[in-house]
Structure formats: C-alpha cells, structure tokens
C-alpha cells in the first residue's frame, strides 16, 4: 500500500511556478510559492489564488437527506434554502468534535459536506453509518472535484470578468451553479481568510485551464498564487478554529465557544444531543476555558501547545501562533481560565522556553476586514 502523498490536479502547475511542497493530511499541497508575507497582504489588500482540492467533499442525496443530516449533525441543516450554505460540525455520542464543516444545499434532496482535509475519511465513515434507516444515499466525491479559491478584496471583480453569474446577487454562505471561464463549477462566496472570496468546486480536469484564466484576469490587479501557509495567517487574524489545533475531540462545541453552531430546537434526536444538552449546561454555570486572542508585548513567537501563565501559575495553553503580517506583531489563539479572558486582563504571559514574555488578552478576531 503506497504512502506516498496524494497530488492534486494543479500539481505539476504549482511545481512549474516554483512552490514549496508539503506534505499535509496525506496530500503533497504548496506552502509558498514565494513570500509568505507578501502572499499574505495580496489577499487582504488585493487578491490571492489557492488550491484546495485536498478537502473533502461528500454527496447526501434522497428523499431523507435533511432527515439524516439533521440527526447526524448539530446543525439544522434541513432549514437551509436551497443555494444556501451552512457552518456546523459533527460530533461524537460523547460531544467531542469529530470535525467542523460546510454543508452546501444544491437542489432540494442533494447536499455537499465539505470536510476537512485531515478528517474526510472520518466524517464519510460517520455519515455512512449513521445513514442506516434513512431514505439517503452518502457518496465520497472526493475524486470528483477540484477546488480553487480566490480571495481578497479584488476577487469579485476578477471573477465577473470571467461569469454572467450574479455574483453581485451571492450573498456570504451561498452558492450557485455557474459557468467561469467556460468551466462549469459550483461558485461559493465562501472561504477561510476573513476577505471576500469564492470557492470555486471544478471537475478536476477544468482545473488547470480555469487557474490560468483566474491567473491572467487578476494578474492587472495584483493577484498573485497563495499557499498554505499563508491560508494560516490569514484564518488566525480573522479568529477562525482550526481542526486538530482549537478544535478537537476532547472538546465540545461550547467548550470551543462555539455552541451557537448546536441547535436544541431542531425537531428529533441527533448524536450527541444529550451529552451537548449537559455541555451546554456546564458552560453556563462555571464556563470552561475560553478562547482569546492574545498579541505579543515583544517579537517572540508563540506556537501550539506552549503554556500562558499569570502570577506564576498555567492559566491556559496556547493553540494557534504566528507573526501576524497585518499586526507587525506575533499573536497567538489560547483557551484559558475565565478568569484571565477578559480583554486587558493584567498580567498574562506565555512560557517561551522558560521565559515568560509579555502578552495582551484581546477579543476575536485579530482583524476584521471593512465592509
């Protein structure tokens, strides 16, 4: 059985543009194809070009697709209008979280579950077996697409040059079917930088052609291809969790702050409901450890998994860290005690190796992008 990394379609694209290639969640995916600052500030100041063929798309079709959706899910995602789309997550009995996702209503019985990359074998596991008694079919369509975003504030228009879509129609978490650049793709005003953008789910073999199109109308207006590792600094300074890092399976969605995404209110059991009811319950009488934002007093960096003290005492861990290009500083997401999370809060540090440097508690996100 080969252990080698998968390759998506714009693999030998990224390699003939001089990317440097990592190995993540078992695909061989670009981490820079130059500066990872000067990619960075091209998406928030201009427009930036990925590939993110490595997630995980799964086809839920049938008379009782919401049905099991609902159940399998936290999210309602039977009250989601069709060409609508829709964040939540999929967690265990226990409530830990399994993954968080994109659900895509298409047409009234079909829906895309976008996965995380890391997580798709897993969600597509969950999702079969508890599809057992429901009127629903799951599919693995991870062969099926490619995906290509583009994001900055100059994505709408260099993709109006390329689609009669009515992008201008879109609204944020929607999607409709479209033709760009003479390629059929699903066009979703979705993405993971904290700026306007589109995710743009192609046949992989309308991958290339659509790149360069892309490439050749943004490059007048400063798009340049981006990579992963930018992609992280962007989703850090806009606050959004990362998988494996502020989101895992020791963790509910309201340990993560996240339990607006869990919908008691849905009609019917879904897994993990009482175990979220009791999560749930918890965070309101003594809340757990909170996620902030946590921006550094010097230049040293934080990263996962380092230790935040007060007074001399571990208050809480660090999940996230990063030079922030748009801050000029490094800043860091942290769960910690309550009673450290509020913003100002005096006192608060990170053990960088055995140093405790200086650190301000700060509400999510770092930035926020101007409408």
Known sequence: MSTSPRRTALDALHRSLGATMTDFAGWDMPL?????????????????????????????????????LDYALVGNIGGVGT?????????REDGGILDDLIVYRLQEQEYMVVANASNAQVVLDALTERAAGFDAQVRDDRDAYALIAVQGPESPGILKSLTDADLDGLKYYAGLPGTVAGVPALIARTGYTG???????????HAEPLWRALTEAGTPVGLIPCGLS?????????????YGQELTTELTPFDAGLGRVVKFE??????????LTAAAERAESAPPRRLVGLVAEGRRVPRAGMDVVADGEVVGRVTSGAPSPTLGKPIAMAYVDAAHAAPGTAGVGVDIRGTHEPYEVVALPFYKRQK
């Open 32 to 68: 820079r194809y130059g500066s990872e600052r000067d990619e960075h500030q091209a998406v928030r100041t201009r427009a930036g070009l990925f590939d993110l063929s490595h997630m995980g798309e799964i086809t839920v079709t049938g008379p009782q697709a919401a049905d099991l």
């Open 83 to 91: 060409g609508r789309a829709r964040y939540t997550m999929i967690c």
């Open 195 to 205: 700026e306007d953008g589109f995710e743009l789910f192609v046949a992989p073999e």
């Open 230 to 242: 930018c992609r992280d600094t962007l989703r850090l300074e806009a606050g959004m969790p990362l």
């Open 266 to 275: 849905k009609a019917g059991d879904f897994v993990g409901r009482s175990a």
